[in-house]
């Protein structure tokens, strides 16, 4: 019985640092895209240039 709860709580830790490390990795991922490229837009949402006269 002992070797029952102690696999539980095993496999409990494991998928528990699976999900914080999948949530680490998704948030420096979108760190990293976010800071990639200059961005076409300010900080309400705007476009800053137009690519073509109107």
């Known amino acids: ?3 029952l709860v102690f696999v539980r ?4 830790a ?3 640092f699976l999900v914080l490390g999948f949530l680490y ?3 420096w991922k979108l760190h990293l895209l976010q800071w990639e490229e200059d961005s ?3 900080r ?3 476009l800053l ?3 073509s006269k109107l």
């Open 25 to 27: 990795y998704s948030a």
């Open 40 to 42: 076409k837009y300010d």
């Open 9 to 12: 709580n095993l496999l409990l």
């Open 14 to 16: 494991l998928c528990l």
């Open 49 to 51: 240039n137009l690519d």
């Open 1 to 3: 019985m002992g070797l």
């Open 44 to 46: 309400l949402g705007f």
